[in-house]
């Protein structure tokens, strides 16, 4: 079975600064699909970033990058410019490439943002 | 383009009561749906998944239910209520079109059993 973990459970920055949030997953599966949520405060899971495994180039979304290692199976996402904005539960997921259209999710990474 | 709606959006009930969670999408057709639960502090559990209408399967045994009794409508049920219910509710639904794979969550439900 396919698993997700996340090993910072909270991680703080500053304002402007970048911060690089680690996911590290385990399938053996070789086609597959990774992503990147935010929940902020209000709860409200919103779709970061996402990385087909097929793909060997990082996917990016404006502040929001991913360093994807296939053969280490790591997925961590890089905010560049951090903003107040950004504080929020960051969870990573795995979805399979067919099949059962099952996503599992990590723990989740807590970051606060500093003024 | 799609919304997903969940209600109610904060529900206190006492232990052994029933409970009915609802949970509908706009602006798509066959969809597939799920249902998650996100206790204090965690990450999200899947409970349940439905890729058709009365289609079930279930991630975790307990004693929560689901029913999909319209294409677009999924209902999270339970007879009687315990404490370890309680927790975040959240709905959410992927398309099975090929190549598109994202997960879209709705605005959950608090559930807080007494």
């Known amino acids: 079975a396919q698993t997700v973990t996340q090993s910072q459970p909270e991680m703080s920055v500053q304002e402007a600064e970048t911060v690089t949030l680690s996911c590290t997953y385990d399938?053996?599966?070789?086609?597959?699909?990774l992503f990147w949520y935010k929940q902020p405060p209000s709860r409200q899971m919103i779709l970061v970033i996402r990385?087909?495994?097929?793909?060997?180039q990082n996917a990016t979304e404006n502040r929001f990058s991913v360093n994807f290692q296939k053969a280490a199976k790591s997925f961590s996402l890089k905010i560049s410019d951090s903003q107040l904005g950004d504080a929020a539960m960051y969870f990573c997921?795995?979805?399979?490439?067919?099949?059962?259209?099952?996503?599992?999710f990590g723990t989740g990474t807590r970051l606060k943002v500093l003024a | 383009s799609q919304t997903i709606h969940q209600w109610p959006a904060t529900l206190v009930q006492p232990v052994g009561s029933p409970l009915s969670l609802e949970c509908t999408v706009e602006?798509?057709?066959?969809?597939?749906l799920y249902w998650y639960r996100q206790a204090a502090g965690r990450g999200l559990q899947l409970l349940f998944y439905s890729v058709g209408i009365g289609q079930i399967s279930s991630e975790v045994p307990q004693n929560l239910s689901a029913s999909r009794p319209q294409d677009r409508q999924f209902i999270l049920s339970s007879k009687k209520l315990l404490l370890s219910d309680s927790g975040f509710y959240l709905c959410a639904w992927s398309v099975k079109i090929p190549g598109t794979y994202e997960q879209y969550f709705g605005p959950g439900t608090r559930l807080t059993v007494t």
């Open positions: 602006g798509t057709s066959n969809p597939n």
């Open positions: 399938t053996s599966e070789s086609d597959y699909y």
């Open positions: 990385q087909e495994a097929y793909k060997q």
């Open positions: 997921a795995y979805r399979s490439f067919g099949g059962t259209y099952k996503y599992i």
